[in-house]
């Protein structure tokens, strides 16, 4: 690691780097492409089209600098940024040296607030069209968009272009959408529309949202809560109030916020963050319109009432919740090969060949109820947003987990906030008339019941509850410390789960998914994605947000500068690489699992980072004192700041 070299190499001279020009004598200096070309020549050693750790170069390049004089740029980090600025830069441009020599966590921060939410943009309309229909997941070169029977405005504005959209088909969906209906469109798969407006002039203009980046290009349910957290946080509040509506247009027309608005989607939805976007809105920009707030409160309400306590579906007996993905079959989104695991077991069972077995039970000739439950669990696990974990496999249905019932606490507290801070604690949806006392009934409800049977006092931490046997799931995850965010643990109870935190999940890159506890139960289980050793995004967000409700600064100062500072070495050593997950426990994105690690693939310089990830830097700097910011920026090991008995 060669970046300590940082602090020799930059200085307050201003170096002009001219990739296109020529000196008083005139000779030509080097060209942009000729420079970009003989740069990755030498230090590209392994052909991936970054510099990082792994190549062997020299790790130094000399270049003529405007005065004509010899400037030689040293390092992984620096010659990195270089390839990176010449990647951005056209003929002609200059190139100056402070870029080069940027301090780490600021070339990330700047990257993300004035490139990377610009380039993870969408829309769906004419002009976004071509972008957002295009599907590396999909083997097809048609474009389907699928668009809600009710929105008629939309149906005649694509009617109208599509002849201009090549290999585009236009189909308006049925009044009823069934789980039975969206099996049939697998192998149709298409994009569903999201929420537009008129312009001045009345022409059909749809509303944007930023998708996760790499693989999804789509609006996913969660990613986009936490992506807003960073929108607000780069003075981007448009993109965040465009996220809300598209939210709102989503329970209007397909009767939940979606897993992610393709077709595939339509029957399963993700964990809820709609209240929480709306509070944060409103906290960030209190002059937002009253007529804006109160339509996306409507749908808040909305989507609690007929999503989440629809009994017998995602309400249990319990009066607490669960997932529950509505869909038939096997997901179809998942790559090729990704159940045979499972799938061989039921092919021996009906002394079939997998192939044809597979083929069979997913055109309902071979009809197998135990194989049904599996793929419930599976979908709802999906729904969970842990898309895969063995602590919910083959068992999440059964589970009122302490996730989606803290999210829903947070709901009905959020709800009475909102009603009492903006409307003078009086809100009208349709025929009923609600007050804040009404939802923080219901809060205290929930907190009583979660307690009641998800609180453990003897290891003084929450439990998911398998409501079918009646017991609490005994898995350390870092969903349990969920009541911290959504401020339902008592004083007690919050310094307890500090304790089992940084007991149990606290590794040196920052907080793991799960402790290895799982695969020690369960050894031929597959790895999975959201199991240790990984880390995830979301997961950092929520629990720095919610031991700073409890008073824990120096805490979170801690884990915040773990996560970055396992962000800040990685983009260092890898050429800006900034990626889906990490591994903690190794602080590396070279992570072994699943899916692979979407944000690791590109040429020169990554265009978008990726969503969350991105969004939690921006969050993590300003919890950092300057200080630790100057810490991160030398990349000392967090081991060294914050020690431990």
């Not at 020549?41 to 004089?69: C, L, M, R, Y």
């Not at 990257?111 to 999909?138: C, F, H, P, Q």
């Not at 044809?356 to 055109?363: G, I, L, M, W």
């Not at 135990?370 to 589970?399: A, P």
Request: aromatic share 12%.
């Amino acid at each position: 690691m060669r970046y300590p070299a940082f602090r020799f190499f930059a200085t307050s001279i201003i170096f002009i780097i001219c990739i296109s020009c020529k000196n008083k004598k005139g000779s030509s200096f080097l060209g942009y492409k000729q420079t970009l070309d003989k740069l990755i020549v030498q230090e590209d050693t392994d052909g991936d089209k970054k510099i990082t750790v792994d190549d062997s170069g020299p790790k130094q390049f000399e270049f003529v600098n405007a005065n004509g004089k010899s400037t030689l740029v040293k390092g992984t980090y620096h010659l990195s940024n270089l390839l990176q600025e010449l990647a951005i830069a056209r003929e002609g441009d200059i190139i100056s040296l402070d870029r080069i020599t940027e301090s780490p966590s600021n070339r990330i921060s700047r990257l993300i607030k004035t490139r990377y939410w610009d380039n993870l943009t969408r829309s769906v309309d004419k002009k976004g069209l071509a972008t957002v229909l295009e599907d590396t997941k999909s083997d097809t070169d048609t474009f389907r968009l699928y668009i809600p029977y009710k929105d008629q405005e939309a149906i005649t504005y694509f009617e109208s272009i599509k002849s201009e959209v090549p290999h585009l088909t236009v189909i308006t969906l049925p009044e009823e959408i069934t789980p039975g209906f969206v099996k049939t469109l697998n192998k149709n798969p298409g994009i569903l529309n999201l929420a537009h407006n008129k312009d001045e002039e009345g022409n059909y203009q749809a509303r944007p949202f930023v998708v996760p980046g790499g693989r999804f290009n789509e609006m996913y349910g969660w990613d986009s809560y936490f992506e807003s957290v960073g929108l607000l946080i780069d003075d981007r509040e448009d993109l965040a109030m465009s996220m809300a509506d598209n939210f709102a247009y989503q329970i209007e027309h397909y009767g939940k916020i979606l897993n992610a608005n393709r077709s595939y989607y339509l029957t399963r939805t993700q964990p809820p963050f709609f209240s929480s976007l709306l509070k944060e809105i409103y906290q960030n920009n209190q002059k937002v319109s009253r007529e804006w707030l109160a339509k996306n409160l409507r749908m808040v309400i909305k989507e609690y009432e007929t999503v989440w306590m629809k009994s017998g579906v995602r309400l249990t007996d319990t009066g607490l919740n669960r997932f529950y993905g509505e869909g038939i079959g096997i997901p179809p989104e998942t790559e090729e090969g990704h159940f045979d695991f499972i799938l061989n077991t039921y092919a021996k069972k009906h002394k079939r060949s997998l192939k044809d077995f597979t083929e069979k039970y997913d055109s309902g000739e071979i009809v197998d109820k135990e194989l049904d439950i599996y793929f419930t669990h599976d979908r709802s696990m999906r729904e969970s947003g842990h898309d895969t974990s063995n602590r919910l496999d083959n068992v999440c249905t059964h589970l009122n987990t302490v996730g989606i019932n803290s999210l829903l606490y947070k709901y009905e507290t959020d709800i009475a906030y909102l009603i009492k801070e903006i409307f003078e604690d009086e809100f009208s949806v349709g025929e009923k008339t609600f007050t804040s006392s009404f939802w923080l009934k219901k809060a205290a409800d929930r907190k009583k019941t979660m307690n009641e049977l998800m609180w453990d006092s003897e290891k003084e931490t929450f439990y998911d509850y398998n409501f079918v046997t009646k017991t609490q799931q005994q898995i350390e995850s870092a969903t349990n410390y969920y009541p911290l965010w959504a401020g339902l643990s008592t004083k007690e109870q919050a310094a307890s789960l500090l304790k089992n935190l940084f007991d149990n999940l606290v590794k040196k890159g920052g907080i793991v998914a799960t402790t290895n506890s799982i695969d020690k139960e369960n050894p031929n289980a597959p790895q999975r994605q959201w199991d240790y050793p990984n880390g995830w995004a979301p997961h950092q967000m929520m629990i720095w947000r919610g031991l700073m409700n409890y008073g824990y600064e120096q805490e979170v100062r801690e884990l915040v500068y773990r996560w970055l500072w396992m962000i800040t070495k990685n983009a260092v050593n890898y050429n800006g690489t900034i990626p889906e997950k990490y591994d903690v426990v190794q602080c590396t994105h070279k992570v072994y699992a699943e899916y692979g690690n979407v944000g690791t693939e590109f040429n020169y310089i990554t265009p978008s980072g990726f969503g969350w990830m991105n969004a939690s830097y921006q969050l993590g700097l300003t919890l950092l004192d300057e200080k630790l910011k100057s810490q991160l920026d030398q990349l000392t090991d967090p081991d060294k700041i914050f020690r431990r008995n």
